[in-house]
């Protein structure tokens, strides 16, 4: 089945979402370029505004495509259309569909509260091999108008699997800043809220984070090595993740240890 061709502007047109009143030129909501170079090239990241309105990238600081290894000619004010190219084809319509529904999310929100929350979602992008590396997408409203559309978001985009071909099962949900709770974006489960991570698992992925291997965290927490193991098991599907390492990374990105 080939991607639906639907161009990045489908996203406001179909919503008929209007931000005539917010201005092009958004800078004055970004953070200096220096300093967004400098937190991407420490945590392999990708950083870019995006105005939804306009469905423009901006800011990129570092570009996706030479991070993929490409050789980019792309400027930083390239579209969001010219990012998907990239995509790995079986994800393609899944990471469109993301978007719209996190955007929907947010416009159900009252206007104060928009920007508590994070949009969360994984599509794998294909690197200059041919090879689908697994990508994680968090998104936060920078700036929203007078009639509570969001007009501004930031994305950072973070490599945590190297190579992935699995059918196994992206994620996507909203994650309240604050309180940490995830939400469901699906159209037949909204606002469904629920723990990622439950206290337990929490709590062996913050020790593994320490250094302890699984004797001693059983030990530590009085459990058993078994109870310990199925932890890791359950830390390892509910973040969608091939090994420990990158568990932790996942969790790290999203600031869910203590």
């Not at 161009?7 to 004055?28: F, G, R, T, V, W």
């Not at 599509?123 to 968090?138: A, E, F, Q, S, W």
């Not at 629920?194 to 459990?223: E, R």
Request: aromatic share 10%; glycine share 4%; charged share 15%.
């Amino acid at each position: 089945m080939q991607p639906q061709d639907i161009q990045p502007s489908s996203l406001c047109a179909e919503s008929n979402l209007l931000c005539s009143d917010y201005p092009c030129h958004y800078l004055s909501y970004a953070l200096p370029k220096q300093m967004i170079t400098g937190i991407a090239s420490l945590k392999s990241s990708v950083f870019f505004f995006c105005l939804v309105c306009q469905s423009k990238q901006m800011l990129n600081s570092l570009q996706l495509a030479q991070r993929l290894g490409y050789t980019s000619h792309q400027n930083d004010d390239e579209s969001l259309y010219q990012l998907r190219q990239h995509i790995y084809q079986p994800d393609y319509n899944f990471s469109i569909q993301s978007e719209r529904l996190g955007l929907a999310f947010w416009h159900n929100l009252p206007f104060s509260e928009q920007r508590n929350y994070m949009f969360v979602y994984q599509c794998r992008l294909v690197n200059k091999d041919g090879k689908p590396i697994l990508y994680t997408h968090k998104s936060t409203v920078l700036h929203n108008n007078s009639q509570g559309i969001v007009c501004c978001v930031m994305i950072e985009s973070s490599p945590l699997i190297h190579y992935n071909d699995d059918e196994g099962t992206l994620l996507r949900f909203m994650l309240h800043i604050g309180t940490k709770k995830c939400y469901s974006i699906e159209a037949n489960n909204s606002k469904k809220a629920f723990n990622l991570l439950s206290p337990h698992m929490i709590k062996v992925l913050a020790l593994v984070a320490q250094g302890y291997n699984t004797q001693q965290i059983a030990d530590k927490l009085y459990l058993s090595i078994n109870t310990i193991k199925t932890h890791k098991r359950n830390i390892l599907r509910s973040t969608n993740s091939n090994n420990m390492t990158q568990a932790l990374l996942f969790a790290q990105l999203l600031n869910l240890l203590p």
